[in-house]
Each structure stands twice: as structure tokens, then as C-alpha cells.
């Protein structure tokens, strides 16, 4: 990649789509509207999401040694998706979401990951130079906690622009994580459930207040420079370091819900540390002796992506912000996770199709 991509660890699975306007209970016997399968996971839409923006991107996670799982390495191929870091495991089913989305945009889930496909922190060996030539890592919480734990400190010990990205929104999780180095991650992307879990399990009163401040408690509490909490159909809040501010989410249809948030944290991601305003800014620590050539170099490349608040170009956060609310707003139009992300750059001969960065 030549420092000039994004690492993505999280969860690789297959998306089981049942669509239907009612919940059974049990003993139920329900036709549903429709049911397909693609390839899914937090892991993957965001990969793809961020492949489809034309950004070299590795994928770490784990898949079976199955049908399913050969499957979806060949659909992180197609779309341009470096998928050599990821951990195959030959006795082992690929997992399965369940994901059940009403006509009118709202989702439910059931996922379970076995403990033979679960990433280990070993899993993360291959990845480390990958992660040390990177613009941003992008972690989520799909992974046990020892092994998000191990990936944010591969990629703090490689001053590497981190994304954390805590979702699923689990109790467990949130109570294990709690105490990550927040104050050095660069960007945390959580939804409002994932916000008020982290605020609940450090005690802060904010975790039961209003959403549009969750933005701005959890920057407070946490140190962290950068929070977007995003928020359905009420946009985001936006904590920057120094200040809460909000952005309405954009006009649209909802169709389906399921990969706004990938579609968002990808997008995001691309404008902040891996598009060319991200350039412009490492370029501006360097010397004014140094060169062009000089800034374009991989060793470059690998220095942090993460200003402080006050060494951002001017306008970078909004931009990232807008871009992403017009990833998500795409994203939402459209039905399913893979097939609903936006396509702004693709193979030769195909369109890009989504909306403008």
C-alpha cells in the first residue's frame, strides 16, 4: 500500500436478509417478504465502503475454511480489497448474521461468533507491517477484547491515525473496553447506543442524557480529539476537541439502516487521513526545506494522520462529517449492506455510482 491505505480489523461474516414487517413469537409460522444472503460484517462494509472511495485497503478478520468463507474472500477480491492478512481457519464455519429488516428502514440482528472464528490477537501478527505502512486502522469491537486491545497498540506504537469504531453495541464489550487509551485514538465513531454503554460503564451521568450531547460528554470524559456519534434520522454530533456542534442528517427515504454506520466511519475515515486534504496535512509538519518528492515518500506516509484539533486544515472535520452523512444518506436508499454502499471509484468500465465526497 505504500502508506497510502487503510487497515480494517473487525468481523467478516455471511449476512442472512429476511425482510418482513412482523416479528414471530414463538410457534409463529411467518411468510416473510424476502430472504437473501450476501457477503456481510462490519469488517467487510467497511473495506468495501472504503475500496469503493478508491482507497487501497487490507482486511483483517477471520472466515472458515467453508463455502461461505472462501466466498467472501472472493467478494473482498472483487471489490478491490487486500484480503492476504486475513486468518482462514480450515475446520471452522464461516459465521452467520441474521439480519431482519423491516420495509420501513429499522433492523434487528442476531449473530453469534464461534470461538474457533474469533480474531486472537496471533491473528494480528501478519498485519503488523501492513498496519505500520497504513494512513488509519480502523478497529471495531466485533473481535474479543484482548484482541482489540492488541490492535489499537499496534497501531499507537506505529503512530498510525486510529478509527475506533465500538460497535456492536454490547454491555460486555463496552465494560471490557472502557478504559482504552481514548485520548490517543483519532477519530471514535459510536451510534447513541454505543456512546451511552461507553458513558454508563465509566459512571457518567451524560450516558442517560440528551443524544445531541453525547458528543461532546464522551470527548470530555474520555480525552478523545475527534467523536461523531451518529444518530439515525437527528444526523450527528460532533465533538472536536474543542468544541459539541451537530449536523442534520440529509433528506432521504429510508429503505434500509443496516450499513449506515460503515458507510459513515469509511467515509469519514477517506476524508480525514486517507484523501488528499489528509496530503495536504502531513505535508504541512514537514520542514518548508522539504520537497514534494520528499513529502510523497513512504516514510512520510507513515507518520501520524491524527492532528491536534488546532493543526487540522481548516474545514477537514466538516468536510469528513458531510461526507459521511452522504455516504450513510446513499446508504440508506438502498436495501442490504454490500449492495447499498456508495461506489464513487471501481474497477475500469464500471460507473462510480453514490454520492459526492
Known amino acids: 500500500m505504500s502508506g497510502t491505505g487503510v487497515v480494517v480489523v473487525g468481523g467478516f461474516c455471511l449476512d442472512c436478509i429476511v425482510t418482513t414487517d412482523t416479528l414471530p413469537a414463538w410457534g409463529d409460522d411467518l411468510r416473510v417478504d424476502a430472504v437473501r444472503t450476501r457477503p456481510g460484517g462490519k469488517g467487510l462494509n467497511q473495506a468495501v465502503a472504503l475500496a469503493r472511495r478508491g482507497v487501497p485497503v487490507r482486511a483483517v478478520g477471520v472466515v472458515g475454511g467453508d463455502t461461505t468463507g472462501r466466498e467472501l474472500l472472493a467478494a473482498l477480491r472483487a471489490e478491490g480489497?487486500?484480503?492476504?492478512?486475513?486468518?482462514?481457519?480450515?475446520?471452522?464455519?464461516?459465521?452467520?448474521?441474521?439480519?431482519?429488516?423491516?420495509?420501513?428502514?429499522?433492523?434487528?440482528?442476531?449473530?453469534?461468533?464461534?470461538?474457533?472464528?474469533?480474531?486472537?490477537?496471533?491473528?494480528?501478527?501478519?498485519?503488523?507491517?501492513?498496519?505500520?505502512?497504513?494512513?488509519?486502522?480502523?478497529?471495531?469491537?466485533?473481535?474479543?477484547?484482548?484482541?482489540?486491545?492488541?490492535?489499537?497498540?499496534?497501531?499507537?506504537?506505529?503512530?498510525?491515525a486510529l478509527v475506533v469504531h465500538p460497535a456492536p453495541p454490547e454491555r460486555s464489550a463496552a465494560a471490557a473496553l472502557v478504559d482504552l487509551p481514548w485520548d490517543r485514538v483519532s477519530a471514535v465513531t459510536p451510534n447513541e447506543q454505543e456512546a451511552r454503554l461507553l458513558l454508563a460503564a465509566a459512571g457518567d451521568p451524560a450516558a442517560t442524557g440528551p443524544g445531541a450531547e453525547l458528543a461532546a460528554a464522551f470527548g470530555r470524559r474520555f480525552a478523545t480529539p475527534l467523536v461523531c456519534v451518529t444518530r439515525a434520522e437527528h444526523g450527528v454530533a460532533v465533538w472536536d476537541g474543542t468544541r459539541g456542534w451537530a449536523r442534520p442528517a440529509h433528506p432521504t427515504t429510508v429503505v434500509d439502516t443496516t450499513a449506515a454506520s460503515d458507510a459513515f466511519t469509511a467515509a469519514l475515515t477517506h476524508v480525514l487521513f486517507a484523501g488528499d486534504a489528509a496530503d495536504t496535512d502531513a505535508r504541512s509538519t514537514d520542514t518548508d526545506a522539504a520537497d514534494t518528492d520528499a513529502a510523497d515518500t513512504d516514510a512520510d506516509a507513515t507518520q501520524p494522520r491524527a492532528p491536534a484539533s488546532a493543526t487540522r486544515p481548516p474545514g477537514l472535520v466538516e468536510a469528513a462529517v458531510e461526507a459521511g452523512l452522504a455516504a450513510a444518506t446513499w446508504t440508506v436508499r438502498h436495501r442490504g449492506a454490500l449492495d447499498a454502499l456508495p461506489r464513487l471509484a471501481g474497477p475500469p468500465g464500471r460507473a462510480p455510482a453514490g454520492p459526492l465526497p
Not at 484480503?83 to 420495509?103: K, Y
Not at 474469533?118 to 503488523?128: C, F, H, S
Open 81 to 160: 480489497v487486500d484480503p492476504t492478512m486475513m486468518a482462514v481457519r480450515p475446520a471452522a464455519a464461516t459465521p452467520v448474521c441474521v439480519v431482519l429488516a423491516h420495509p420501513d428502514g429499522r433492523t434487528a440482528f442476531l449473530c453469534r461468533w464461534a470461538e474457533a472464528v474469533e480474531l486472537t490477537p496471533g491473528d494480528l501478527a501478519p498485519a503488523r507491517e501492513a498496519i505500520r505502512s497504513a494512513r488509519a486502522v480502523i478497529v471495531t469491537f466485533d473481535p474479543p477484547p484482548a484482541t482489540v486491545r492488541a490492535a489499537i497498540d499496534h497501531a499507537l506504537a506505529a503512530g498510525t
